[in-house]
């Protein structure tokens, strides 16, 4: 955290600075985490609005989950934060119109914890070892839950690439900060 508070708020490119979390906490404008920043463009640009909808975000990180609960609220969903650790998880996620994964648990979302219908998100990046190489996998088991979702996200492929173009967004507006 120290080398992170050393980093002009200006040029974080990752979003992460505490003084860019602070206006995230604000709804001011300001450089935003990529990855949740990634979630909510992809529910842009595929028309999904979040106003109105319950959102589960299973996953209470400084990289991912808090700062995606706040924009989620900021889109007017009602949130719900939940974890690995959460008691009757099944029953909480199961509520979810928006179902977020981004704990760091293979397959830790199954089929019976989702809403049919809902929306799944998987931020989930994990390395599995198998005897034919390693394989990335997320927090959602795709196979069993994709019958369930009316929209789900894979991994590899889903919000991987959103969170590496949020990054060059805010780089290109970092730098153009500069010049006003």
């Not at 300001?30 to 609005?49: E, N």
């Not at 109105?52 to 299973?58: D, F, R, Y």
């Not at 007017?76 to 996620?93: E, G, K, M, N, Y």
Request: net charge positive; proline share 7%.
């Amino acid at each position: 955290m120290a080398l992170l508070n050393r980093i002009l708020p200006h040029k974080d490119a990752d979003g992460l600075h505490p003084v860019n979390l602070g206006r995230l906490v604000r709804g001011e404008p300001g450089l935003q985490s990529c990855t949740p920043a990634g979630v909510m463009r992809l529910l842009k640009a595929y028309q999904l609005d979040p106003n109105g909808k319950s959102a589960v975000v299973v996953g209470r990180s400084i990289l991912v989950g808090k700062p995606l609960a706040l924009m989620l609220l900021a889109a007017d969903a009602t949130v719900t934060i939940a974890h690995s650790r959460t008691p009757d998880l099944t029953a909480i996620a199961h509520k979810a119109d928006i179902l977020v994964a981004a704990v760091g648990r293979p397959g830790l979302i199954t089929a019976n914890m989702v809403k049919p219908g809902a929306i799944v998100i998987d931020v989930g990046i994990n390395r599995i070892s198998q005897s034919t190489g390693d394989r990335l996998v997320g927090d959602v088991d795709f196979d069993a839950v994709q019958p369930v979702a009316e929209w789900i996200t894979p991994v590899p492929g889903g919000i991987g690439p959103m969170t590496v173009a949020m990054l060059l967004q805010n780089t290109i507006e970092s730098y153009c900060q500069r010049f006003t």
